[in-house]
């Protein structure tokens, strides 16, 4: 079998004196959609920001384990450079995005080490009005002033922007109206059918298991469960756990 | 009349000073939310750097002409104070951010790199006071009463030259947007491709380059240098930024420039003596009013 596009192994973090993941290991393939769900406060968050390599305090710091991308270690890179070089974002919880700049800059921004043509990018920012028209609508605006829902969108569409492969999303669903929120679902789909690796979390287990291919059950820092999401949907444990019976 | 606008002019020429110095102070403040204290200083060390090479160009070995002199010296003391303001942040500064220290630490780190500076000018050159030498030929402008040094012109439209061009890089450019991205959400600007530090050093160069400017201009202005000619500069900068409302640019102006009037309408109707106290108290009045500075918005978008 090939070497997966990023294999988590035996990871522990730690937020000051307090370790938040007890030796965790999960792999994603590249095209795959790979889900990680969990209780509130399991670590799901701090899972995708230890990969990100995002810097304590907000980021939990690294104390065992190893993440690897195409087989090679990434502990240590700066978190730019993982997004540059790697093609890797992350979309964080509570989205993040500029508020003092306008729609417009914040996807710009977004663009700053990408080394791609006028064309590529042109073509890109066709690609995100397109997907998200309501960016469009608000191009100029003030993006503090967007509805919750199109700060979502606009923190999908600014790591769309950074020319990422691999996407991680914290929660994208978070404020959406359940018809934006399947539109949402719809556009991943999508992208991942061109070719974009996905890592999800989502606090919808039910929605997320019918969404991705594999997924992940965490709990209190340790993977208690995996596998496709045919049959984590039968497990007793998670079927009564997060999936409301 | 005549004495109306000779006070314009000269307010203008302090203003331009207070104006060129509180700039380094917002950009820093905007993207670190640190309040640099060692940029009077900063100011002071160009004033120097700008001293050494005029009469290092001046001198036997180069025997450049005192006007050339000075269009070498604006590039080149801008970039030689950029890169001490660039060390600063290396060597004190970037050390504790990434220790995470308590913000308190870092702006007494500021406070102390300040008098290092101060006392170890001292040190090194000694107490005495320097005369910095003529650099372009004076030619004064009467009209009337009214009478205008080509100095204080350059002065005036250096400062605006310099805000035209902030201007650009801060509402145009990916990394002036990137500065403003930092100053409202840090955590996200890793996450952008964006690289945090490269952002603060570009802060610095830009903050601390202008400082030098101010302090060449302000020696060929007032041509006596001495360690501790940036200090009461740096408060009533300081203040001026704060005043127009710290980590905004247009702020930054606005308060030089009404610091400048003030202190000079003061001046016209008082003696001198009077003039700082009057200055500061009708700052300290603005204050009371609109405690965020005339252009600051509370808490959201600084720069
Ligand atoms: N910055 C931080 N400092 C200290 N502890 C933290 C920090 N962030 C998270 N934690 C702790 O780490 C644990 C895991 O948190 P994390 O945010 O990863 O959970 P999560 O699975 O994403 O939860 P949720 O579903 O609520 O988003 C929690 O116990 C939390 O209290
Ligand atoms: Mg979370």
């Known amino acids: 079998m090939n070497t997966p596009l990023l294999e988590v192994e035996n990871l522990h973090v730690k937020y000051g004196n307090i370790e938040a993941l007890h030796g965790i290991s999960f792999t994603v393939g590249e095209g795959e959609i790979v889900t990680l769900i969990g209780a509130n406060g399991a670590g799901k968050s701090t899972t995708l920001m230890a990969v990100a390599q995002l810097p304590p305090p907000e980021a939990p710091k690294i104390t065992g384990g190893d993440i690897r991308f195409r087989g090679q270690s990434i502990l240590g890179m700066a978190p730019d450079r993982i997004v540059a070089d790697l093609h890797l974002a992350l979309v964080p919880e509570g989205r993040h995005i500029f508020g003092n700049l306008t729609v417009e800059e914040n996807l710009k921004l977004a663009t700053y080490a990408r080394k791609d043509g006028v064309n590529e990018l042109n073509r890109d920012y066709k690609r995100v009005y397109q997907l998200f028209p309501r960016l469009n609508e608000r191009r100029k605006q003030r993006s503090e002033s967007l509805s919750g829902g199109e700060q979502q969108m606009l923190a999908v569409g600014r790591a769309l922007m950074s020319g990422c492969r691999f996407i991680m999303l914290d929660e994208p669903s978070m404020g959406l109206a359940p018809l934006l929120m399947y539109d949402m679902f719809r556009t991943l789909k999508e992208l991942n059918e061109e070719g974009m690796t996905i890592l999800l979390i989502e606090q919808n287990a039910n929605l997320a298991l019918k969404f991705a291919h594999r997924g992940y059950v965490i709990d209190t820092g340790e993977i208690v469960a995996h596998g496709p999401c045919a049959s984590l949907m039968e497990n007793p444990e998670v079927k009564k756990a997060y999936l409301g019976g | ?303």
């Open chain 2, 1 to 303: 009349m005549d004495f109306i606008i000779q006070n314009i002019l000269n307010a203008l020429q302090w203003g331009s000073f207070y104006a060129l110095i509180a700039l380094g102070y917002t950009l820093v403040y905007g993207v670190l939310r640190l309040i640099n204290f060692a940029h009077g200083d900063i100011f002071m060390v160009g004033a120097y750097i700008a001293f050494f090479l005029a009469t290092t160009m001046l001198g036997p070995s180069f025997g450049l002409s005192p006007f050339m002199t000075f269009v070498i010296a604006v590039p080149l003391t801008m970039a030689l104070t950029a890169c001490v303001g660039v060390t600063l942040e290396r060597i004190a500064y970037r050390p504790l951010r990434r220790k995470g220290a308590h913000r308190l630490y870092v702006v007494i780190t500021a406070l102390m790199c300040g008098l290092i500076l101060e006392y170890g000018n001292l040190a090194v050159l000694g107490a005495s006071r320097l005369k910095f030498p003529d650099l372009i030929e004076k030619s004064i402008w009467s009209v009337g009463d009214v009478t205008m040094t080509n100095l204080k012109v350059i002065v005036i439209v250096a400062a605006v030259v310099v805000f035209i061009f902030l201007n650009f890089i801060v509402t145009k450019t990916k990394i002036g947007m990137a500065m403003r991205g930092i100053s409202y959400d840090k955590f996200a600007i890793p996450l952008m491709g964006i690289p945090i530090d490269s952002i603060i050093v570009f802060t610095f160069i830009l903050g601390s380059g202008f400082a030098g400017l101010a302090g060449l201009l302000f020696a060929m202005s007032y041509p006596i240098l001495e360690p501790f000619m940036g200090m009461i500069i740096g408060w009533k900068a300081f203040i001026a930024a704060v005043v127009g409302g710290i980590g905004d640019i247009r702020g930054a102006f606005y308060g030089g420039f009404l610091l400048g009037f003030i202190e000079v309408g003061v001046v016209t109707v008082f003696p001198s003596t009077y003039r700082d106290l009057f200055a500061f108290s009708i700052l300290l009045l603005i204050l009371w009013i609109k405690p965020t500075g005339l252009f600051g918005m509370p808490q959201s978008t600084k720069i």
